[in-house]
């Protein structure tokens, strides 16, 4: 069974400075991996994806993830935080093969200060 | 871009009630999902489906069924609602190719008093 798990359920960043939300996943195989964020009483907006080829992966708003095989870890990065940014992040996975549902991690609200 | 529509945007239903949600999708995708949110437990799996008619349990059916009788258009059916069905569902969309994208419904925020 795959599974994703964001061990942060808050992370709290000053404009300006850097961020990282945590995302770890178990999967049989290689991975498909996803970040999504999510506005107040909106749906998913998709930011990145990770399929193949080079591990750092960029997307959109300004935001990258690092694919390390290693350590099973995808963390959602950006180098300068908005407070706009200030929202609820999801990190997911599945399996390259197999069932195409995509299983989510419980979620990262990130909480930028002006 | 691909439109994923969700048919309600708020929803309050009795106790016992059966209640349907709609998704309709404007791009042809074959694969459909629904999932619950609920705070601190992220995204969970209801149903999806590969295609018409097609169905499969995801990770939690119990108390849900669906209906895909037209390609574009998934239902999620609660036969008789219950107060621990209270929550945000959301419908997904994604096209064949087994890299392609998710896209989501805005969502129904589904009350059950």
């Known amino acids: 069974a795959q599974s994703v798990a964001q061990p942060e359920d808050q992370v709290n960043v000053a404009e300006g400075n850097p961020l990282t939300v945590k995302c770890t996943y178990s999967?049989?195989?290689?991975?498909?991996l996803f970040w999504y964020v999510q506005y107040p009483n909106r749906g998913l907006q998709f930011l990145l994806k990770?399929?193949?080829?080079?591990?750092l992966v960029k997307g959109s708003y300004g935001f990258e993830a690092e694919f390390n095989k290693s350590q099973t870890s995808f963390h959602l990065k950006k180098p300068s935080a908005l407070v706009s940014d200030s929202a609820l992040y999801f990190c997911?996975?599945?399996?390259?093969?197999?069932?195409?549902?995509?299983?989510f991690g419980s979620g990262t609200r990130l909480q930028v200060q002006p | 871009d691909v439109k994923v529509t969700q048919s309600s945007r708020y929803l309050v239903k009795r106790t016992g009630e059966k209640v349907f949600l709609e998704c309709v999708q404007d791009?042809?995708?074959?694969?459909m999902f629904w999932y619950r949110q609920d705070p601190g437990l992220g995204l969970r799996l209801i149903y999806f489906?590969?295609?018409?008619?097609?169905?499969e349990k995801g990770d939690i059916p119990e108390g849900y069924s669906v209906s895909r009788e037209k390609k574009e258009r998934f239902s999620l059916i609660l036969e008789s609602a219950s107060t621990n069905q209270t929550s945000m569902y959301l419908c997904?969309?994604?096209?064949?190719?087994?890299?392609?994208?998710?896209?989501f419904g805005s969502g129904t925020r589904l009350t059950v008093v």
């Open positions: 997911a996975v599945r399996e390259r093969t197999g069932r195409r549902a995509l299983t």
């Open positions: 999967v049989s195989g290689n991975p498909y």
């Open positions: 990770y399929i193949t080829g080079d591990n």
């Open positions: 791009m042809d995708h074959e694969n």
């Open positions: 489906s590969y295609d018409v008619k097609m169905k």
């Open positions: 997904a969309t994604q096209g064949a190719a087994a890299n392609y994208g998710y896209t």
